[in-house]
């Protein structure tokens, strides 16, 4: 399985932009897709989650401005990122887990920059 993420660019402030992470084989058999970001300086941390029952979570900071989504036909996550501030200023890393193979799969970084 390859992830390959897209969208990343330069934003200012209240802007918005929409992430994609295509996979290279079947998103059916990943329990779990997710979207995290590192900012310079930072661990890495998770931003939302979607499992293969359409489940979502979001860390607090991003509740009610992203929005993550999953398109099976596609092969493809979303995240939707709105009301954007410098704060959300980090490279956006697609990951995907498969629970039978044990396996944790990771996308190369898109980088997202906010401007105030």
């Known amino acids: 399985v390859q992830l390959q993420a897209s969208g990343g660019g330069l934003v200012q402030a209240g802007g918005s932009l929409r992430l994609s992470c295509a996979v290279s084989?079947?998103?059916?058999?990943?329990?779990?897709m997710g979207w995290y970001r590192q900012a310079p300086g930072k661990q890495r941390e998770l931003v939302a989650i979607?499992?293969?029952?359409?489940?979502?979570n979001y860390r607090d900071s991003v509740k009610g401005r992203f929005t993550i989504a999953r398109d099976n036909a596609k092969n493809t996550v979303y995240l939707q990122m709105n009301s954007l501030n410098p704060e959300d200023t980090a490279v956006y890393y697609c990951?995907?887990?498969?629970?039978?193979?044990?396996?944790?799969?990771w996308g190369k970084g898109t980088l997202v920059t906010v401007s105030s």
């Open positions: 084989g079947s998103i059916l058999s990943l329990n779990a």
């Open positions: 979607i499992t293969s029952g359409g489940s979502t």
């Open positions: 990951n995907a887990l498969d629970h039978a193979r044990g396996m944790t799969y």
